[in-house]
């Protein structure tokens, strides 16, 4: 039995000497000692220092070598290497609008790799790894930076009247700035807030029940969020509620004379239309009623000529009627000139139609 129990306890030794030289190589091994947050936050255009200080064992003998990656979302896709240390000498990987505003605070050779990250962008937000390697040992860290956006100047304004005893909106609201962006409401001058009053820090409004005198007071609005704060201010006042019995009659009235006036107008617009309609008939009818003119013979000789039904033959001689015409007065009957043997004299009547006689 003894031989066995001597055997048992040599194990036992080995196992201690085994797991105390281990936790000493641990302890002795490189690590990267920086305690600093491991998510950061910072305005956009701010200058931020990501940290990775590091202490080396007496072990670690090996070529200095310092790597700061952009860590890639998708597990499967491989990060990328924005900048390194090796051989004394400082290496740029990523595009220059990124590499002009990296650099290393101290020096790294003295166990200080922490970078200077200046004017960061919404689109610098992601997660960074700090890598020290010193053969054999090997230590990393990983950063998260956040860039968000200050709220913007808010502005303040109410909603509704300020009238008493009526409930009275003060509203708060800033144009830009990253979420999540608060509000809160605050009274500077006139006392304390109001007892009536609620607030809704998400929304920005102020609501205040049963406004009275004592209400009346500047209000100051701050929009906040983690990277900045911004505030505007709101005078309160306090008006008699307004007659709105007498807004409502005159309302009414303003609607009647408005019907009225168009009513007139439609009324005016159809007298004209009959007006016009009847003098365009009225011009029609005497149109109608007015008789075509009869032709007007050409000449005297032609009209004497059907009168008597004269016709000129060849081989007859016939004498000028001129000389021989009897004369008319104005009873249209006609007297009678002398004439020659032979010859009898012709009857003429005075047509008043064409004003000579035929």
Same mark, same amino acid.
């Given at each position: 039995?003894?031989?066995?129990?001597?055997?048992?306890?040599?194990?036992?030794?080995?196992?201690?000497?085994?797991?105390?030289?281990?936790?000493?190589?641990?302890?002795?091994?490189?690590?990267?000692?920086?305690?600093?947050?491991?998510?950061?936050?910072?305005?956009?255009?701010?200058?931020? %220092?990501?940290?990775?200080?590091?202490?080396?064992?007496?072990?670690?003998?090996?070529?200095?070598?310092?790597?700061?990656?952009?860590?890639?979302?998708?597990?499967?896709?491989?990060?990328?290497?924005?900048?390194?240390?090796?051989?004394?000498?400082?290496?740029?990987?990523?595009?220059?609008?990124?590499?002009?505003?990296?650099?290393?605070?101290?020096?790294? /050779?003295?166990?200080?790799?922490?970078?200077?990250?200046?004017?960061?962008?919404?689109?610098?937000?992601?997660?960074?790894?700090?890598?020290?390697?010193?053969?054999?040992?090997?230590?990393?860290?990983?950063?998260?930076?956040?860039?968000?956006?200050?709220?913007? +100047?808010?502005?303040?304004?109410?909603?509704?009247?300020?009238?008493?005893?009526?409930?009275?909106?003060?509203?708060?609201?800033?144009?830009?700035?990253?979420?999540?962006?608060?509000?809160?409401?605050?009274?500077?001058?006139?006392?304390?807030?109001?007892?009536?009053?609620?607030?809704?820090?998400?929304?920005?409004?102020?609501?205040?029940? =049963?406004?009275?005198?004592? %209400?009346?007071?500047?209000?100051?609005?701050?929009?906040?969020?983690? +990277?900045?704060?911004?505030?505007?201010?709101?005078?309160?006042?306090?008006?008699?509620?307004? %007659?709105?019995?007498?807004?409502?009659?005159?309302?009414?009235?303003?609607?009647?004379?408005?019907?009225?006036?168009?009513?007139?107008?439609?009324?005016?617009?159809?007298?004209?239309?009959?007006?016009?309609?009847?003098?365009?008939?009225?011009? %029609?009818?005497?149109?109608?009623?007015?008789?075509?003119?009869?032709?007007?013979?050409?000449?005297?000789?032609?009209?004497?000529?059907?009168?008597?039904?004269?016709?000129?033959?060849?081989?007859?001689?016939?004498?000028?009627?001129? =000389?021989?015409?009897?004369?008319?007065?104005?009873?249209?009957?006609?007297?009678?000139?002398?004439?020659?043997?032979?010859?009898?004299?012709? /009857?003429?009547?005075?047509?008043?139609?064409?004003?000579?006689?035929?």
């Amino acid at each position: 039995m003894e031989p066995v129990f001597t055997s048992v306890r040599l194990k036992v030794v080995v196992l201690f000497l085994v797991t105390f030289q281990i936790k000493t190589d641990v302890t002795k091994a490189m690590q990267v000692t920086s305690s600093g947050p491991q998510t950061i936050q910072k305005a956009q255009g701010d200058t931020v %220092n990501l940290g990775c200080t590091y202490t080396a064992s007496p072990e670690d003998t090996g070529e200095l070598d310092i790597e700061w990656s952009h860590v890639s979302p998708d597990m499967t896709q491989k990060d990328k290497l924005i900048l390194s240390y090796t051989g004394g000498q400082t290496h740029y990987y990523s595009d220059p609008s990124l590499a002009k505003r990296l650099s290393f605070v101290g020096d790294p /050779k003295l166990g200080d790799a922490s970078i200077s990250f200046s004017g960061v962008r919404l689109s610098d937000t992601a997660t960074y790894q700090c890598k020290v390697k010193k053969a054999p040992g090997v230590d990393m860290r990983k950063v998260t930076l956040v860039v968000m956006v200050p709220p913007s +100047v808010p502005k303040c304004w109410v909603e509704g009247a300020e009238e008493r005893g009526g409930t009275v909106s003060l509203r708060c609201k800033s144009s830009q700035g990253s979420t999540p962006l608060s509000y809160m409401w605050k009274r500077e001058s006139g006392g304390s807030m109001p007892s009536t009053a609620t607030q809704d820090p998400q929304t920005g409004e102020l609501l205040i029940r =049963n406004h009275t005198d004592s %209400n009346v007071g500047s209000y100051v609005c701050e929009a906040k969020n983690a +990277v900045g704060k911004a505030q505007c201010k709101y005078s309160l006042h306090a008006y008699n509620p307004t %007659n709105k019995a007498g807004v409502i009659v005159g309302a009414v009235i303003g609607a009647l004379l408005l019907l009225l006036l168009l009513l007139l107008l439609i009324w005016l617009l159809i007298c004209c239309c009959h007006k016009r309609r009847y003098e365009k008939e009225v011009a %029609n009818e005497i149109k109608e009623d007015v008789q075509a003119p009869e032709s007007r013979p050409s000449s005297r000789h032609s009209s004497f000529r059907s009168e008597r039904g004269y016709h000129a033959h060849p081989g007859v001689q016939y004498s000028s009627v001129r =000389n021989h015409l009897p004369s008319i007065n104005e009873s249209g009957r006609g007297t009678s000139q002398p004439t020659t043997a032979g010859e009898n004299p012709l /009857k003429l009547q005075y047509d008043h139609r064409y004003g000579y006689p035929v």
